[in-house]
């Protein structure tokens, strides 16, 4: 329920802008496509995680909190033969068009059965000489039988604003 709500206010909110990759409306459209089509598939926990092999999942993140609207490209890079994973935020883009430069990443995130979870830090800047540090977490599920999907929940801390966000990557 509430990722579908995240869904309706970046629609509302979304600004038409430039089509290029990094634009508000594309990043949110390349999370609602990502996302529309997993709902489409009735999509399941992964049932027999891999135990070998490494995979790259890309997508991207919508977030909200009271005031702040933003989208951010996702990517995730698993190890399943340690049970480990990288992450990495960036090309965060408020519903105004306004770019924030900096990324966030989690180094060492923990995969347990289906869950991906792990810290995350970084700093991120609203005009270059503001640049503020982040930090919060990643809770993330792996979706379709080969694994295929990563839906997470995003939180993080910056300048004493909590920001919350879902996100959804494929491989």
Same mark, same amino acid.
């Given at each position: 329920? &509430? &990722? ?5 206010? #970046?629609? +509302?909110?979304?600004?038409?802008? !430039?089509?290029?990759?990094?634009? #508000? !409306? ?10 529309? &089509? ?32 933003? %989208?951010?490209?996702?990517? %995730? ?46 700093? +991120? ?6 640049? %503020? ?8 599920? *792996?979706? &379709?039988?080969?694994? !295929? ?6 939180? *993080? ?8 966000? #879902? ?5």
């Amino acid at each position: 329920m &509430r &990722r579908f709500l995240i869904l309706a206010l #970046f629609a +509302l909110s979304a600004c038409s802008g !430039s089509d290029e990759q990094t634009s #508000f !409306s594309s990043l949110n459209a390349k999370f609602t496509d990502i996302d529309n &089509r997993a709902v489409a598939a009735g999509t399941m926990e992964t049932s027999v995680m891999p135990t070998s092999g490494t995979a790259t999942y890309n997508g991207a993140v919508a977030y909200s909190n009271t005031s702040v609207y933003m %989208v951010s490209g996702m990517q %995730v890079k698993a190890n399943f033969a340690n049970n480990t994973a990288n992450a990495t935020l960036n090309n965060f883009v408020l519903a105004d068009e306004t770019h924030l430069s900096g990324q966030i990443t989690m180094k060492d995130g923990t995969i347990i059965g289906t869950s991906l979870i792990g810290p995350l830090s970084g700093a +991120l800047a609203y005009q270059s000489s503001n640049t %503020v540090p982040v930090t919060g977490n990643l809770d993330g599920t *792996f979706y &379709r039988d080969d694994a !295929s999907l990563i839906g997470a929940n995003i939180n *993080f801390n910056v300048a004493g604003v909590s920001i919350s966000g #879902f996100g959804a990557a494929e491989k």
